[in-house]
């Protein structure tokens, strides 16, 4: 691997672009992340997400990253368009996992923020289609812990359509992506109820608690919640629900409340408490 740090995003029309940074340093010790990975919220702008990653260079220099945005449109294409639109970002994990800088196991940190980042990917189907068929396991020692940042929670008509509209100022165009929105939710569910088959987003909130979700995680894997009542898209008692059973499969579980923060605002409002909170985790983790 080079010593620069490779950094992915994915771009307006869903592509995934890369960039290298030279400024950052080799990961030449046993505390930072090799790799941290950002998930990014539904809709969310690259300049927003870039603040996540300066801020986490700033506690990791010595860290790769790779951002991926989410795509409120590539929700209503096809699985594996979905599924190939993740390929290039896919391949740069690859190899992350089969070497590191300094020829020690990976450290890996996930970031995941709120529930619309699986609603633009097949994130059940990515490690089976993908990291199964080739045969890639972590190396023995690998460390791996994830934050989700406000999510994950049961999808509801309500959140759906608060999740999807949330960023759309034009009331007309907000009303009808409600419209439009409700009617799939509304086919979907009556699909399921016909077939008998779990609606998808159930299907990935399940996913979430699968030991082998990647082929760095276990029941061994750390996570922790960072998330606030003042949240009206993805309401805590719904991220709670999910921390416990989490918690109930054999998952090491730290929860983080905020109070009044609203949805992904987190570290906005209380930065100290934010990265303070994820500086904390990440030492547990590799202690």
Same mark, same amino acid.
């Given at each position: 691997?080079?010593?620069? *740090?490779?950094? @992915?995003?994915?771009?307006?029309?869903?592509? %995934?672009?890369?960039?290298?940074?030279?400024?950052?340093?080799?990961?030449?010790?046993?505390?930072?992340?090799?790799?941290?990975?950002?998930?990014?919220?539904?809709?969310? /702008?690259?300049?927003?997400?870039? /603040?996540?990653?300066?801020? =986490?260079?700033?506690? =990791?220099?010595?860290? *790769?990253?790779?951002?991926?945005?989410?795509?409120?449109?590539?929700?209503? /294409?096809?699985?594996?368009?979905?599924?190939?639109?993740?390929?290039?970002?896919?391949?740069?994990?690859?190899?992350?996992?089969?070497?590191?800088?300094?020829?020690?196991?990976?450290?890996?940190?996930?970031?995941?923020?709120?529930?619309?980042?699986?609603?633009?990917?097949?994130?059940?189907?990515? $490690?089976?289609?993908?990291?199964?068929?080739?045969?890639?396991?972590?190396?023995?020692?690998?460390?791996?812990?994830?934050?989700?940042?406000?999510? $994950? @929670?049961?999808?509801?008509?309500?959140? #759906?359509?608060?999740?999807?509209?949330?960023?759309?100022?034009?009331?007309?165009?907000?009303?009808? #992506?409600?419209?439009?929105?409700?009617?799939? =939710?509304?086919?979907?569910?009556?699909?399921?109820?016909?077939?008998? %088959? $779990?609606?998808?987003?159930?299907?990935?909130?399940?996913?979430?608690?699968?030991?082998?979700?990647?082929?760095?995680?276990?029941?061994?894997?750390?996570? #922790?919640?960072?998330?606030?009542?003042?949240?009206?898209?993805?309401?805590?008692?719904? %991220?709670?629900?999910? *921390? @416990? /059973?989490?918690?109930?499969?054999?998952?090491? %579980?730290?929860?983080?409340?905020?109070?009044?923060?609203?949805?992904?605002?987190?570290?906005?409002?209380?930065?100290?408490?934010?990265?303070?909170?994820?500086?904390?985790?990440?030492?547990?983790?590799?202690?």
């Amino acid at each position: 691997m080079s010593p620069t *740090a490779t950094v @992915a995003a994915s771009s307006a029309n869903g592509q %995934v672009t890369k960039r290298t940074t030279s400024d950052l340093l080799q990961a030449s010790d046993d505390v930072h992340p090799t790799l941290i990975i950002i998930f990014g919220w539904l809709g969310a /702008k690259a300049p927003t997400l870039r /603040k996540y990653s300066d801020s =986490y260079r700033k506690l =990791y220099p010595s860290s *790769a990253q790779m951002v991926v945005n989410s795509d409120p449109l590539r929700f209503w /294409k096809l699985a594996f368009v979905r599924e190939r639109a993740l390929q290039p970002v896919v391949r740069d994990l690859e190899g992350h996992i089969s070497q590191t800088q300094d020829g020690r196991p990976p450290r890996i940190l996930l970031h995941v923020m709120s529930n619309g980042w699986w609603f633009s990917y097949p994130l059940t189907s990515l $490690p089976l289609t993908y990291f199964t068929r080739r045969g890639l396991r972590a190396p023995d020692g690998t460390k791996c812990a994830i934050v989700f940042d406000s999510a $994950p @929670a049961p999808v509801t008509f309500s959140i #759906m359509n608060r999740a999807f509209t949330a960023g759309i100022r034009s009331r007309i165009m907000r009303y009808l #992506m409600m419209a439009f929105v409700s009617s799939t =939710y509304i086919f979907i569910a009556i699909v399921g109820i016909l077939f008998r %088959v $779990p609606r998808p987003m159930q299907r990935e909130m399940a996913a979430l608690n699968d030991p082998g979700l990647f082929p760095w995680t276990s029941t061994r894997t750390p996570r #922790m919640y960072l998330y606030s009542s003042g949240d009206q898209v993805v309401p805590a008692p719904g %991220v709670e629900e999910h *921390a @416990a /059973k989490a918690r109930a499969a054999g998952f090491p %579980v730290r929860m983080v409340h905020f109070d009044r923060s609203a949805h992904v605002a987190h570290a906005r409002d209380d930065p100290e408490k934010y990265w303070g909170s994820i500086k904390t985790f990440w030492e547990e983790v590799t202690s």
